[in-house]
């Protein structure tokens, strides 16, 4: 599920995300651990490579969970760069 929080300043935003891992075996953990993959990586796992295969499900935007929003990230440029009538009206409330 994503949500979008709205604040007063419209670069700011954030995305929920949820992730479910696989049950996996310690045989399972130790042979992700020894490919180094994840050692880079702050949650210690790259969905995007070889640890996809500690996933179960991703509900949200899984360029969220990959570190970059890439479609939140084009709405907020949009909108800071063409801002509407209706932002100006509420940022003077």
């Not at 490579?49 to 991703?58: A, T």
């Not at 949200?60 to 990230?73: F, I, K, Q, S």
């Amino acid at each position: 599920m994503t949500r979008q929080v709205r604040f007063s300043n419209p670069s700011l935003a954030h995305r929920w995300q949820s992730l479910t891992h696989q049950t996996v075996t310690n045989e399972l953990i130790t042979a992700y651990v020894k490919t180094r993959e994840g050692a880079d990586k702050a949650g210690g796992y790259g969905i995007q490579g070889i640890g996809s295969i500690l996933v179960e499900r991703i509900e949200g935007d899984y360029n969220n969970v990959v570190g970059l929003p890439l479609r939140a990230t084009l709405q907020l440029i949009e909108k800071i760069m063409n801002p509407s009538d209706d932002d100006e009206e509420e940022e003077e409330e």
